[in-house]
């Protein structure tokens, strides 16, 4: 077999090796365009994790690796002439030089060829001549242009600048540097990769960029610029250059990664932002994915397949988590006004990587720093009488909507239960409420509650529109009233272009066979192509969804309401006039932003008038629609301080279903920076929900400033007590419980106890050992 790699950074040289060595027979060559003693960048860094994996799959380029390695445990964020230093992380620095002379040193051994100085001009003879070809040149891959089509390569470049230089300062944590200039915010990404020198990746915005005239600097130029910068941070030492050109990330995917005999890998294949410090890491994991993948399939067709199947979900991950994290460094002017501990405890969490728990874990003085600040918020802010010295989690600390007090800050999401009749809610309808009652949420929602009758999704949607839903409503209401101390709100919606469906079990948003009633939108466009159309609403029928809404509210307020939300999402009636790709509309109520937001508006400040002035009112906003040409994060701000300036208490931010071709990107908490974006650039009040399963991502969101209210769905379906277990997992005694409940509520703290302590012994089990010991004396 013969084996081509064309490229000679950390992914080809370590398949080379993992695969040489498993099958010395194999023939390698590697081809390097540059010199192998060339030296372009400073440092790479791994964790403990990854070097743990490096001696699992070759112990002697391991012992190679970290004889050469600096080691260091914390992370240091100055920030405001504070500094916040975090334990528990387990991090080694090399050389990235020293890297590859030890990688070439380990191919040679094993009788890998290395032909450096040479570029291969014909790729198509190299293909034909070898049984694999091995793409691993890079973020500018000749093999990935040249395959291009088949490939389909897309690269995001971000808008920041960043450049890579080195200095001999030494450092004995990975440190973030924050400094505000009159240009603007710098950043530095430090840390020490072998001793007396550290890697030092500056970044700063596009329009500090621009003031502070580094476009037109040189090299040199810009070093002794940024050494003015952070003067007191090197403290006399130097910055040193070497191809330290400013430069804007590229985000680089590819929808394929083979093609016939030939795979690209690393940098070629994907790139992760520099901010987690996984480029490298991504890059020998490949190597890794990809020798697993032949040890597992005989033949190299095969094996690609394999591999491209099976590290794909992996490699993405880690493309989230980078792009989440390179985000929060582009928008660093929304946590600028932040505590310091709350914004180093963002900047911790970032990624979602760390969370509230996995903190506590690791350094359990900062989270106790983080609970007194979240604590001296409340009180400040709220006026309330809390615990500041020794404070509960975020999560069980009270908000307040105008006259209404919540006692945490967790919320049973609005889910259709599609189990009305005839409009009225029934018996499953005060249940389901009122278990998550007196389970412990602060604030209950119903789901969507129709103002008419032509304004339900389907047959079994719940409405408030007759004397009959009226009664069934305070029945529900006064029940959650007089057995817990939740509060309630009902959230009014009208269906729209989205109405006349069938049941969700049996096709969700799928048109209805029979029994069709007529519906109505912005504009005539159907939700699927086989859908209904709907009618574009006249003034009149305007006139008449505003009077249901209205209607709807007395009604809410007769039967007890503390609290009612206007759905202005997820494609309904409403939502459909912001959405452009709803409204194409020509009159005064489409076109322009400004426009579109008429009529909802219109009905939120007749809904508003209508309500007691002591009860908050709520609106849920799609914050993006997942599609090009529709709502974007930037469009949200607005729309949300539209509705504040009405009148509006908090936004409860949600994404998306507007279209039924959008194509939204998933993942742990995936709508949370959206509202993280209203709540700092807006200062408005926010509710946050979208695949939250834990009350540990709960306090993480809480405490980071992303949200105020935090709104459970499916986690909350099956588990009416989630608020109750999470108490008693974090020791938090005064949450109300009914006296019927009481010794189950006991036995629930034992339990929770016992189950803390084996959780916090098998997380400290589970933590990847620390190779500070195998280190020589001098790297520590």
């Keep these: 077999?013969?084996?081509?790699?064309?490229?000679?950074?950390?992914?080809?040289?370590?398949?080379?090796?993992?695969?040489?060595?498993?099958?010395?027979?194999?023939?390698?060559?590697?081809?390097?365009?540059?010199?192998?003693?060339?030296?372009?960048?400073?440092?790479?860094?791994?964790?403990?994790?990854?070097?743990?994996?490096?001696?699992?799959?070759?112990?002697?380029?391991?012992?190679?690796?970290?004889?050469?390695?600096?080691?260091?445990?914390?992370?240091?964020?100055?920030?405001?002439?504070?500094?916040?230093?975090?334990?528990?992380?387990?991090?080694?620095?090399?050389?990235?030089?020293?890297?590859?002379?030890l990688l070439h040193r380990r191919c040679r051994d094993l009788g890998v060829e290395?032909?450096?100085?040479?570029?291969?001009?014909?790729?198509?003879?190299?293909?034909?001549?070898?049984?694999?070809?091995?793409?691993?040149?890079?973020?500018?891959?000749?093999?990935?242009?040249?395959?291009?089509?088949?490939?389909?390569?897309?690269?995001?470049?971000?808008?920041?600048?960043?450049?890579?230089?080195?200095?001999?300062?030494?450092?004995?944590?990975?440190?973030?540097?924050?400094?505000?200039?009159?240009?603007?915010?710098?950043?530095?990404?430090?840390?020490?990769?072998?001793?007396?020198?550290?890697?030092?990746?500056?970044?700063?915005?596009?329009?500090?960029?621009?003031?502070?005239?580094?476009?037109?600097?040189?090299?040199?130029?810009?070093?002794?610029?940024?050494?003015?910068?952070?003067?007191?941070?090197?403290?006399?030492?130097?910055?040193?250059?070497?191809?330290?050109?400013?430069?804007n990330f590229p985000t680089i995917r590819n929808a394929r990664w083979v093609k016939d005999n030939v795979v690209i890998l690393g940098d070629a294949k994907g790139t992760a932002h520099f901010s987690i410090g996984s480029g490298t890491k991504l890059a020998m994991e490949d190597a890794i994915a990809l020798f697993e993948a032949f040890q597992a399939e005989p033949d190299v067709a095969g094996a690609l397949t394999r591999f491209e199947t099976q590290r794909r979900e992996d490699v993405e991950k880690t493309q989230h988590a980078a792009d989440v994290s390179l985000v929060w460094f582009e928008h660093l002017d929304r946590f600028w006004p932040m505590d310091p501990v709350q914004f180093a405890f963002g900047l911790m969490t970032r990624s979602k990587s760390i969370t509230y728990d996995n903190l506590r874990l690791r350094a359990p003085a900062f989270v106790d720093a983080i609970d007194r600040v979240f604590a001296g918020q409340v009180r400040d802010r709220l006026g309330f009488d809390v615990d500041v010295k020794r404070p509960k989690p975020p999560l069980f600390q009270p908000f307040q909507l105008r006259g209404m007090t919540l006692a945490n800050r967790l919320v049973l999401s609005p889910m259709c239960q599609y189990s009305a009749v005839d409009g009225c809610p029934t018996d499953w309808h005060m249940v389901h409420i009122g278990a998550r009652a007196v389970g412990g949420a602060g604030l209950i929602y119903t789901e969507m509650t129709d103002v008419s009758e032509e304004a339900r999704i389907t047959h079994g949607c719940a409405g408030i529109y007759t004397d009959a839903h009226e009664a069934a409503w305070k029945r529900i209401v006064d029940f959650v009233h007089a057995n817990s101390a939740a509060r309630i709100c009902l959230q009014l919606g009208h269906a729209g272009r989205k109405g006349s469906t069938r049941l969700m079990w049996d096709g969700i948003d799928q048109p209805l066979e029979t029994g069709n009633w007529p519906i109505v939108s912005a504009s005539p466009l159907p939700y699927y192509p086989d859908s209904q159309v709907p009618r574009e609403m006249t003034r009149a029928d305007m006139d008449r969804v505003v009077a249901d809404f209205v209607q709807a509210a007395e009604r809410a307020d007769r039967a007890g309401f503390d609290m009612l939300e206007v759905h202005v999402a997820h494609g309904y009636l409403l939502a459909s006039f912001v959405s452009p790709l709803t409204n194409v509309r020509t009159?005064?109520?489409?076109?322009?932003?400004?426009?579109?937001?008429?009529?909802?508006?219109?009905?939120?400040?007749?809904?508003?008038?209508?309500?007691?002035?002591?009860?908050?009112?709520?609106?849920?906003?799609?914050?993006?629609d997942w599609k090009d040409g529709g709502i974007t994060g930037d469009d949200a701000v607005e729309i949300a301080r539209a509705f504040a300036d009405r009148g509006c208490d908090l936004i409860d931010v949600s994404t998306g279903q507007t279209v039924h071709d959008a194509e939204p990107v998933f993942g742990r908490m995936f709508q949370t920076p959206f509202s993280e974006q209203i709540r700092n650039e807006a200062g408005l009040a926010t509710m946050c929900v979208g695949n939250i399963v834990s009350a540990d991502q709960v306090n993480t969101i809480l405490a980071a400033g992303r949200a105020d209210l935090v709104a459970l769905a499916r986690p909350h379906l099956v588990d009416p007590a989630f608020l109750m277990r999470a108490a008693a997992f974090y020791g938090v005694r005064d949450v109300h419980?009914?006296?019927?409940?009481?010794?189950?509520?006991?036995?629930?703290?034992?339990?929770a106890a016992r189950d803390r302590e084996d959780l916090l012994e098998l997380r400290r089990k589970a933590r990847p050992k620390s190779h500070h010991q195998s280190l020589p004396e001098a790297a520590q």
Excluded at 218 to 241: D, N
Excluded at 587 to 606: A, M, T
């Design 1 to 101: 077999m013969r084996i081509s790699i064309i490229g000679g950074g950390p992914a080809g040289l370590y398949f080379a090796i993992l695969m040489k060595a498993a099958r010395p027979a194999i023939d390698i060559t590697v081809y390097e365009r540059n010199r192998p003693d060339d030296t372009f960048g400073f440092g790479v860094v791994f964790s403990d994790e990854t070097l743990e994996t490096f001696e699992r799959y070759d112990p002697a380029s391991y012992r190679s690796i970290t004889e050469h390695f600096a080691y260091w445990d914390d992370i240091e964020i100055h920030f405001k002439g504070t500094v916040h230093r975090i334990g528990g992380n387990g991090f080694c620095g090399c050389a990235r030089p020293t890297l590859l002379k």
């Design 114 to 247: 290395l032909l450096f100085e040479h570029e291969v001009a014909d790729f198509d003879a190299l293909i034909a001549d070898s049984d694999l070809v091995v793409a691993a040149d890079g973020i500018n891959s000749a093999v990935r242009r040249r395959f291009a089509d088949h490939f389909q390569t897309s690269v995001d470049l971000r808008p920041n600048h960043f450049t890579w230089m080195g200095s001999d300062k030494p450092l004995d944590a990975f440190s973030f540097f924050f400094r505000e200039t009159e240009h603007g915010i710098f950043i530095a990404h430090t840390y020490q990769y072998e001793p007396g020198h550290s890697t030092w990746v500056l970044e700063t915005d596009p329009a500090t960029f621009e003031r502070a005239g580094l476009a037109a600097m040189t090299e040199e130029q810009s070093a002794r610029f940024l050494e003015g910068v952070f003067a007191e941070e090197l403290a006399g030492h130097r910055l040193i250059t070497n191809r330290s050109i400013w430069r």
């Design 587 to 624: 009159d005064e109520y489409g076109g322009s932003l400004e426009n579109r937001l008429r009529f909802p508006l219109e009905v939120f400040d007749r809904v508003r008038a209508a309500w007691p002035d002591d009860k908050p009112m709520s609106v849920r906003i799609s914050a993006t």
């Design 737 to 751: 419980c009914p006296p019927q409940y009481l010794a189950g509520m006991d036995q629930l703290y034992r339990t």
